[in-house]
Nanobody, 125 residues
């Protein structure tokens, strides 16, 4: 079973950028699709972005489309979320997740098997 660790969160001013990383430990026995979710205080976890195993297919929530980019480096077992033009409403704990044995993009949180511990992103106005 793969384990995920997020990093790269922090405090940034509105309009700034951050790059989040999600590293998978070991060598997974199966290929997996990946996704990013976020959860702000008092709100439900929401989908941010997803990427297929090959990296050829990506999908973004409307709220981040055009500002965020998801990509992965399978040789490093790492998926990234590049966040540009950050807004205060992007403030949340960001979680990466893996859907084991799935090759296509996955949007629903229930389809993901493994989750990271989260990394805090705070955008000041």
């Amino acid at each position: 079973q793969v384990q995920l660790v997020e990093s790269g969160g922090g405090l940034v001013q509105a309009g700034g950028s951050l790059r989040l990383s999600c590293a998978a430990s070991g060598r997974p026995s199966r290929n997996y699709a990946m996704g990013w979710f976020r959860q702000a205080p008092g709100k439900e976890r929401e989908f941010v972005s997803a990427i297929s195993w090959s990296g050829n297919s990506t999908f973004y929530a409307d709220s981040v489309k055009g500002r965020f980019s998801i990509f992965r480096d399978n040789a490093k077992n790492t998926v990234y979320l590049q966040m540009n033009s950050l807004k205060p409403e992007d403030t949340a704990i960001y979680y990466c997740a893996a859907s084991m044995g799935i090759y296509t993009v996955v949007i629903g949180a229930g389809a993901y098997d493994v989750w990271g511990q989260g990394t805090q992103v705070t955008v000041s106005s």
